[in-house]
């Protein structure tokens, strides 16, 4: 990915389907056994990789051209996911919930995904047994097996998105009632709990620390829209205040971007909040800020390293804390070749502002640095060439075209010696 820096971006752009709810309402269909419709699902790589290992076992899924996405889950007899498949992506792991919830047997492969750090599944396993599920983990591959579900009283250490899922959706089809305590709180919760019970289920307090879920016998098919991905429209905020430009994102809901619009607002960016847009006017003196990620409703991790790019333009010294993922701050260096002044610690990076970003050839080394490292672009004097894009399109649609709609100057090449030919 080849950008020309010291554009200002402007315009209007609009946020598609939530890559983290969407992944698991995808999965979140084979509860069903039925027909089902998802609307607002985003056209990025990991959708379409989850689609294919859900077609493997038996899924019958179609787009048309109204954006509908048709999913026949009826025709799934078990849930066994191909080893190569399932182990690419780690939302696949959602399939465990979902497959233990009608079948009472499912067997994948250890998730994959991008590569930031620790991410155990051992709460997930922890929920399966508290409801009666027996899990064993051999070269790889993890199996959940139960004669029957039996709802049960679920304490998380830590607050974690996946297993609470993962949790809401075997609990779905468990007998008598789950209560998760210490539960995840992200709009995507909502959003799952709101798909479960349109398809029959009965759950309460999604949003809350506290979901209880009343296990039901069967689920039917339902139609469900997938809420606007609050990390893209993040992203493109990030983008407009780094540049200096006016962008008006759409399609968003703005109570879920209350975070990232706090911090902004503290750097000086004029943030202005409509029903379902936000519009981003940037400046070109930012103030230093602290930023420390939290789960839901603190300042996410998958926009640190964006904001953390944005901290390289602002007057004086700011600190982030990373307290979720200890990967977080790999690209670093590749910041740092670019002209970026930005010391780590362990989970604390200080990064010294007030810096002229130069372009330089750069490697997206995950999905969120990736896009991080096109804002850099962005902002930066000259060519920057951004190395294995391929992470980005795992969770960003058409991001190329909507920047360039803009007033972004990027192209694609497949390789950076081919741009140099054809220049």
Request: aromatic share 4%; proline share 3%; charged share 25%.
């Amino acid at each position: 990915m080849i950008i020309e820096g010291g554009t200002k971006l402007s315009g209007e752009v609009s946020i598609t389907g939530f890559k983290n709810a969407a992944l698991p309402i995808l999965a979140g269909t084979v509860l069903a056994g039925d027909k089902c419709i998802i609307n607002n699902l985003p056209k990025i790589e990991d959708i379409e990789c989850l689609k294919e290992i859900m077609r493997c076992i038996g899924a019958k899924i179609a787009t048309d051209r109204d954006g509908k996405t048709k999913v026949d889950t009826s025709s799934i007899k078990e849930c066994k996911a191909p080893h190569e498949l399932s182990s690419r992506i780690r939302a696949s792991y959602y399939l465990l919930g979902a497959g233990l919830g009608r079948f009472k047997n499912v067997e994948i492969s250890l998730p994959g995904g991008c590569n930031i750090g620790s991410r155990p599944i051992d709460l997930h396993i922890k929920g399966f047994e508290a409801l009666g599920a027996k899990v064993e983990i051999n070269h790889g591959i993890i199996s959940c097996k139960a004669d029957k579900l039996v709802g049960a009283d679920i304490y998380m250490d830590t607050v974690s998105v996946g297993a609470t899922i993962n949790i809401m959706f075997a609990a779905s089809m468990a007998e008598g009632t789950t209560i998760i305590r210490n539960a995840a709180r992200e709009p995507h919760i909502v959003d799952i709990a709101n798909l479960l019970n349109s398809m029959g289920g009965k759950v309460v307090g999604a949003g809350t620390d506290t979901v209880k879920i009343t296990g039901v016998e069967s689920l039917h098919g339902a139609e469900h829209t997938v809420i606007p991905d609050q990390i893209e429209a993040g992203t493109y905020m990030v983008a407009a205040a780094g540049t200096g430009g006016d962008v008006t994102l759409k399609n968003v809901i703005p109570t879920h971007l209350e975070a990232i619009t706090a911090k902004l607002r503290e750097m000086d960016v004029e943030v202005l909040e409509y029903e379902d847009s936000i519009r981003v006017i940037g400046t070109d003196s930012l103030k230093s800020i602290n930023i420390k990620t939290l789960p839901y409703p603190g300042f996410p991790t998958d926009l640190q390293q964006p904001m953390t790019t944005l901290l390289t333009r602002a007057a004086g010294t700011s600190i982030v804390n990373e307290n979720m993922f200890e990967g977080r701050f790999k690209f670093v260096d590749e910041l740092n070749r670019m002209g970026a002044d930005i010391m780590v610690e362990g989970r604390t990076a200080v990064v010294q502002g007030a810096k002229s970003l130069s372009g330089a050839e750069v490697r997206a080394t995950d999905l969120r640095a990736g896009a991080a490292l096109i804002i850099a672009g962005l902002m930066a004097e000259g060519t920057t060439v951004v190395n294995e894009p391929y992470h980005i399109y795992r969770g960003y649609e058409n991001i190329e075209d909507k920047l360039i709609a803009l007033g972004a100057r990027i192209t694609k090449v497949e390789s950076a010696e081919e741009n140099l030919k054809t220049s």
